[in-house]
């Protein structure tokens, strides 16, 4: 049988923690930390660190993407069992009851007072499931959107040889034509919010994904929303964005420059710092092992302050409820 061959890491500083072990394929997560900031992306990613204490609009948005997936993988699951689209309707309460239940353990306290996303109560959780089971009765009384395939991991080859994969959604079907839905749920939706889906390179690759599992030629994304502020939501809200071949083969070319980017950065150990991002998303968790004057100093700021946690872009949502990347 012929060995594989042995990769030494030794040079990476931190490699010597216990947690470290590195991607052994690459994400839009991975790749857009790393390219946020490459140190942030070792930390993140290689050493598998992340912050203690519950991230409370993350782990509300990862609630609310259970209960979609359980609508339509119940869904999925009747009909695969000979039921029609009225069987599952007329079984909708307890099929609601079924995801809030899941919801509900994922999102299990209130933010505490003060906290500054203090409005995601469980309440506007048990609200916002409310308003994404009417949107999913009329979109199956409606019949214009079939769903296909829910929580599809993805994970293809580039030329190179490197491994890019994701997980997408949802697969359907509308106007005869393939499409991808994915959820999200956000507190700021000013009017540039579409924008940030075109160019958008998660997306892509989730097309490219799709294209390559299915065969066929998929349109784009339909993005629903879920906002919430204080004062307003939660509102749902469909965007949508469109991909070509030309920004596939883009994307893919582009993709796998930045991977190569990332081999250097192992090859070589350095992997640098950007402080422009250290204000990013409220601020980077790293910012205080960043100030300390040796690796030393730290792995033991590491050690400390945070915790191992490995991130599986084929189950992110493992992960995302306690990540503060
Ligand atoms: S604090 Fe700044 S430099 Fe340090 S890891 Fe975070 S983003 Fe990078």
Redesign the pocket.
């Known amino acids: 049988m012929t060995e594989l061959p042995v990769i030494d890491y030794s040079h990476i500083p931190l490699s010597d923690m216990e947690s470290f072990d590195p991607p052994r394929a690459f994400d839009s997560s991975i790749i857009a930390t790393v390219d ?5 992306g070792l ?1 993140s990613y290689w050493i598998n660190r992340v912050t203690t204490g519950k991230r409370y609009p993350l782990t509300y948005g990862v609630a609310y993407h259970k209960f979609r997936e359980i609508l339509d993988s119940s869904m999925l699951q009747m009909m695969d069992n000979g039921a029609s689209v009225e069987d599952v309707l007329e079984k909708s309460d307890q099929i609601h009851e079924l995801a809030l239940g899941s919801a509900l353990e994922i999102y299990d306290e209130n933010p505490p007072a003060g906290h500054k996303k203090e409005f995601l109560t469980q309440d506007r959780l048990v609200q916002t499931c409310e308003q994404g089971l009417n949107e999913w009765g009329a979109e199956k009384r409606k019949g214009a959107i079939i769903v296909l395939k829910t929580e599809q991991p993805f994970e293809l080859k580039l030329q190179s040889g490197e491994s890019y994969g994701g997980r997408m959604d949802q697969i359907v079907k509308w106007n005869r034509r393939l499409w991808l839905k994915d959820f999200k749920t956000t507190s700021m939706m000013g009017k540039t919010y579409a924008s940030q889906f075109q160019p958008n390179a998660q997306m892509t690759g989730y097309v490219w994904g799709a294209s390559e599992l299915s065969g066929q030629v998929v349109e784009g994304v339909i993005i629903e929303t879920v906002y919430n502020t204080k004062t307003t939501g939660p509102e749902h809200h469909d965007f949508l964005t469109t991909r070509d071949a030309f920004s596939i083969e883009e994307f893919k070319v582009e993709t796998d420059y930045k991977i190569g980017e990332i081999r250097r950065m192992e090859a070589t150990g350095i992997f640098p ?6 204000n ?1 998303f409220g ?5 205080e ?3 300390q004057g040796s690796w030393a100093a730290r792995k033991r700021w590491l050690d400390g302050s945070t915790e191992e946690s490995h991130w599986d872009f084929a189950e992110p949502e493992k992960e995302a409820i306690k990540a503060d990347r």
């Open positions: 946020r900031c490459p140190l942030k930390l710092k950007k402080t422009t991002a250290c990013d601020g980077c968790p790293f910012r092992c960043c100030k």
